[in-house]
């Protein structure tokens, strides 16, 4: 009887311990894990209406072609609302790469960028030039074109096919054998523009864009040497408005390879959701989520219809999201902690004592027994 006395009694101790131990398991992990929540902010979103207007919205972009020179392309944008943006110089930067993928050189460009100041004292006086030709394309703003980028934005002005072969400063300048050095190279280009909110597209492709009876145009008359474009890119970044904690934009590392015979047209359909994300502080970041699709197509020399470039054409929701970052105040933390602890050690106490009156039954149903 002694025997099965001490046999359930060591029972009981090491159930009773197994149970002390789980429970002091269980209580740990779960006071780690309410601290790892108590520690992350608590976003609440919310759908509202859009009622945002007339207001500007800023894309950010960083996108490397591998097989394009930087002379050779140009960005633009236009909307829904007529405005129109060509060869966008202000806030990119363009750096030429090598065909292997290393930088050459940084060409830097900004709005308003401020000019480097002369010291008059070691200027050298410049001997005034004749007024250039402007072959036709001269106005009242700039009756004299005395190098070869002049006389290619009165050309754009006036919506004209450029041609830099029948231009004496274009010859001077070498300018058709600066765009054949460059063949072969290719181009990063990165930087910010500022859109209407409304529908609307941007895009990067050759050739110097103007418009011309509404309708907009890139002329390729000074790349006619170059029989097609490999548009082959990376997107490294794109996105609309201000980065916030959690946002994911889908077109980020985006790489499309083009391995057909003639040029590539790549448009990406974008659709975006206004979004705002309030802090627990109360300022409030304006920026946008979007979804995107995707369409590849060939250009060759009897296609209509098509330029070669990568286009993003973009449309607005009228649905807004609202974030709303909330932090766990640290009473509730306590609460919680509180509650953990003692609903694990109520647990332990029901099952602890269970074992005791299963073994107690036990022991005394096995003491009849022996008598």
Same mark, same amino acid.
């Given at each position: 009887?002694?025997?099965?006395?001490?046999?359930? &009694?060591?029972?009981?101790?090491?159930?009773?311990?197994?149970?002390?131990?789980?429970?002091?398991? #269980?209580?740990?992990?779960?006071?780690?894990?309410?601290?790892?929540?108590?520690?992350?902010?608590?976003?609440?979103?919310?759908?509202?209406?859009?009622?945002?207007? *007339?207001?500007?919205?800023?894309?950010?972009?960083?996108?490397?072609?591998?097989?394009?020179?930087?002379?050779?392309?140009?960005?633009?944008?236009?909307?829904?609302?007529?405005?129109?943006?060509?060869?966008?110089?202000?806030?990119?930067? %363009?750096?030429?790469?090598?065909?292997?993928?290393?930088? #050459?050189?940084?060409? /830097?460009?900004?709005?308003?960028?401020?000019?480097? @100041?002369?010291?008059?004292?070691?200027?050298?006086? /410049?001997?005034?030039?004749?007024?250039?030709? +402007?072959?036709?394309?001269?106005? $009242?703003?700039?009756?004299?074109?005395?190098?070869?980028?002049?006389?290619?934005?009165?050309?754009? %002005?006036?919506?004209?096919?450029?041609?830099?072969?029948? =231009?004496?400063? +274009?010859?001077?300048?070498?300018?058709? %054998?600066?765009?054949?050095?460059?063949?072969?190279?290719?181009?990063?280009?990165?930087? &910010?523009?500022?859109?209407? %909110?409304?529908?609307?597209?941007?895009?990067?492709? @050759?050739?110097?864009?103007?418009?011309?009876?509404?309708?907009?145009?890139?002329?390729?008359?000074?790349?006619?040497? !170059? !029989? !097609?474009?490999?548009?082959?890119?990376?997107?490294?970044?794109?996105?609309?408005?201000?980065?916030?904690?959690?946002?994911?934009?889908?077109?980020?590392?985006?790489?499309?390879?083009?391995?057909?015979?003639?040029?590539?047209?790549?448009?990406?359909?974008?659709?975006? =959701?206004?979004?705002?994300? /309030?802090?627990?502080?109360?300022?409030?970041?304006?920026?946008?989520?979007?979804?995107?699709?995707?369409?590849?197509?060939?250009?060759?020399?009897?296609?209509?219809?098509?330029?070669?470039?990568?286009?993003?054409?973009?449309?607005?929701?009228?649905?807004?999201?609202?974030?709303?970052?909330?932090?766990?105040?640290?009473?509730?933390?306590?609460?919680?902690?509180?509650?953990?602890?003692?609903? =694990?050690?109520?647990?332990? *106490?029901?099952? $602890?004592?269970?074992?005791?009156?299963?073994?107690?039954?036990?022991?005394?149903?096995?003491? #009849?027994?022996?008598?």
């Amino acid at each position: 009887m002694i025997v099965i006395v001490s046999t359930c &009694f060591l029972t009981v101790l090491c159930l009773c311990c197994a149970v002390t131990i789980i429970s002091t398991v #269980l209580i740990l992990w779960l006071v780690v894990s309410e601290f790892a929540y108590y520690l992350e902010p608590d976003v609440r979103p919310e759908l509202k209406v859009d009622t945002s207007r *007339g207001q500007k919205m800023k894309i950010s972009f960083d996108i490397t072609f591998h097989h394009v020179p930087c002379a050779y392309m140009g960005v633009d944008a236009m909307d829904a609302s007529g405005e129109h943006q060509l060869s966008v110089d202000h806030n990119i930067f %363009k750096i030429r790469l090598s065909s292997d993928g290393r930088q #050459l050189s940084t060409e /830097k460009q900004e709005l308003n960028a401020k000019p480097v @100041p002369v010291d008059p004292t070691t200027a050298v006086a /410049k001997p005034e030039s004749s007024c250039g030709d +402007c072959y036709g394309s001269q106005d $009242d703003e700039r009756p004299c074109c005395n190098t070869c980028e002049d006389v290619q934005e009165q050309y754009r %002005k006036k919506g004209w096919a450029f041609d830099p072969e029948i =231009v004496t400063q +274009c010859k001077k300048e070498g300018f058709t %054998k600066k765009l054949k050095d460059q063949a072969g190279e290719g181009c990063r280009i990165h930087g &910010f523009i500022h859109v209407n %909110k409304v529908q609307g597209n941007f895009h990067f492709a @050759p050739g110097k864009s103007f418009q011309t009876d509404h309708m907009h145009v890139h002329d390729l008359a000074a790349l006619s040497f !170059q !029989q !097609q474009f490999d548009l082959s890119h990376k997107i490294t970044r794109l996105s609309f408005g201000e980065p916030y904690p959690g946002i994911i934009n889908p077109l980020d590392n985006v790489e499309k390879t083009w391995r057909l015979s003639g040029s590539a047209m790549y448009q990406y359909f974008i659709k975006i =959701v206004p979004t705002t994300y /309030k802090e627990p502080s109360g300022a409030i970041i304006n920026s946008n989520q979007f979804s995107v699709n995707e369409h590849e197509r060939i250009l060759t020399p009897a296609s209509r219809g098509g330029l070669p470039g990568v286009f993003f054409i973009y449309d607005f929701s009228p649905i807004m999201v609202s974030f709303t970052e909330q932090t766990t105040s640290f009473a509730h933390f306590l609460t919680s902690l509180c509650a953990i602890v003692g609903g =694990v050690f109520t647990v332990a *106490g029901i099952i $602890d004592s269970f074992i005791y009156h299963l073994m107690k039954t036990i022991n005394q149903q096995g003491a #009849l027994g022996a008598q």
